[in-house]
């Protein structure tokens, strides 16, 4: 059986944008729970917790925007001039954010204190809003003319999308939480956990929200999920994100077992990615560009995929290792300055 490359790149940046979307998830979601926490000492040891990963997570971002370019070159034409503004936002307030990252533990006074919290806050929120408002405009569909962008400049910007905006920073929120439950201790562990509760139910309800909405988008959509016998094929999804929702709820204040909320976290957000794959299949721009409308040459998707090939084990591999150097709880006083 001959492998089919467009297939083979179509599953590689899913599953390179599902490794951004957990590992910088948590990372933005300590900036969205910064505004909860007033105390400096607080905030070191939130800030401290990702301090030796942080920048690396970003890795993924662009393996998935170079891998959309090199392997659909017609979809990243059509994408990018959909979503200028979201992309744009997303990125200018990525910088900013690590711009804060930075300077904060050089701040002289509690003015410049204040202005790159503040920066790291907002940064950190208008990232994740910008890529829910992403997701949420390429499943609402994009108006494609010929083999380019036929929409206007405002056409990404819905309830829907905004509704997905802020289920991602919701979600984000939640996932940072479940990180900061496993790395911290003492009462700032207790008061995650308060946060924790309150951030899951919150997310359950924006994927039982967007989950509702999405099938109305398009008819396709609809069929998929509530068509016989395909609705029996995909119905295992919303069982097995209810069945996790209440394990992580009965999880959140297992004493020996602080690791357990933030593994199922990565469960839940990867059943939301599968049951996105299934609505999308196999559109790359809903409804009208297909994975092989869009794919590059097969010579091109070859040449890629052997360098994909080598590099991503070694990203892996250099991902895996820092996360376990930097394993445990995290005691105040340690840490990045």
């Not at 309150?198 to 988008?217: D, E, K, N």
């Not at 009208?288 to 052997?306: E, G, H, N, R």
Request: hydrophobic share 55%.
């Amino acid at each position: 059986m001959s492998l089919d490359l467009t297939i083979a790149w179509a599953l590689l940046l899913a599953f390179a944008v599902y490794v951004y979307v957990v590992l910088d998830g948590f990372d933005l979601g300590i900036g969205i729970l910064y505004p909860f926490f007033r105390k400096k000492d607080d905030r070191d040891l939130m800030m401290n917790s990702v301090a030796p990963v942080w920048d690396g997570n970003e890795t993924w971002l662009v393996l998935g925007g170079g891998g959309l370019f090199a392997a659909f070159p017609l979809a990243y034409a059509i994408i990018l001039p959909a979503l200028y503004p979201p992309i744009i936002a997303m990125l200018l307030a990525l910088i900013f954010r690590g711009v804060a990252f930075e300077f904060r533990w050089k701040a002289v006074g509690r003015f410049q204190e204040v202005f790159w919290d503040a920066a790291f806050i907002g940064g950190s929120t208008v990232a994740a809003l910008a890529q829910g408002i992403t997701l949420g405009a390429l499943l609402q569909g994009i108006e494609v003319d010929g083999r380019s962008y036929g929409g206007g400049w405002w056409d990404w910007l819905t309830p829907f999308s905004i509704l997905c905006g802020v289920s991602v920073v919701v979600g984000y929120a939640f996932m940072g939480a479940t990180w900061l439950n496993m790395k911290l201790d003492g009462e700032i562990q207790v008061r995650v956990r308060r946060m924790a509760r309150a951030f899951g139910i919150a997310t359950v309800a924006c994927i039982v929200a967007v989950s509702l909405a999405t099938p109305f988008l398009e008819q396709e959509y609809f069929a998929r999920w509530f068509s016989f016998p395909a609705a029996f094929v995909v119905a295992p999804v919303p069982i097995l994100v209810a069945v996790l929702a209440w394990q992580l709820w009965k999880s959140i204040d297992a004493e020996e077992r602080d690791w357990l909320p933030f593994v199922l976290t990565l469960a839940l957000f990867l059943l939301c990615f599968v049951g996105l794959g299934i609505s999308m299949w196999p559109h790359i721009i809903p409804p009208a560009i297909t994975i092989y409308d869009a794919a590059s040459p097969a010579k091109s998707q070859l040449f890629m995929f052997v360098g994909a090939a080598v590099l991503v084990p070694i990203i892996l591999a250099y991902t895996a290792y820092a996360y376990w150097v930097f394993r445990g709880k995290l005691k105040p006083g340690e840490g990045y300055h």
